[in-house]
């Protein structure tokens, strides 16, 4: 209503992703940190064999945190490492794909 078929078309088929970050602690800590990492990946483990293992691994700690024990008295602490753990693990590995990416050019 507001733009013209045209235009609306226009703006998606010129539209280039550009990605970068302002964060200071990923160009100095997180960015580094999976730098260090890749060196561990070999070339031919495809990108998304890494997204879709941090997925399985969400998954599971999140399946474990609902079922595992009784959360009547409070969740336990080895509940709350698990998921702390988990989610510094997926963060890790969500970064380190994107430059396994690069990095094969796949």
Known sequence: KYFSHYFRLKIFIDFKYKGGTDSITYEHVWGPFAEYLLNFIPLWMA?????????????????????????????SAWKLVMMALSIFIYQNLDNIDGKQARRTRT
Request: glycine share 6%; net charge negative.
């Open 47 to 75: 990108p998304n064999f890494i997204t879709f293992s941090s997925l399985i691994l969400i998954t599971v700690v999140h399946l474990l945190f609902m079922f595992c024990g009784s959360n009547d008295d409070g969740v």
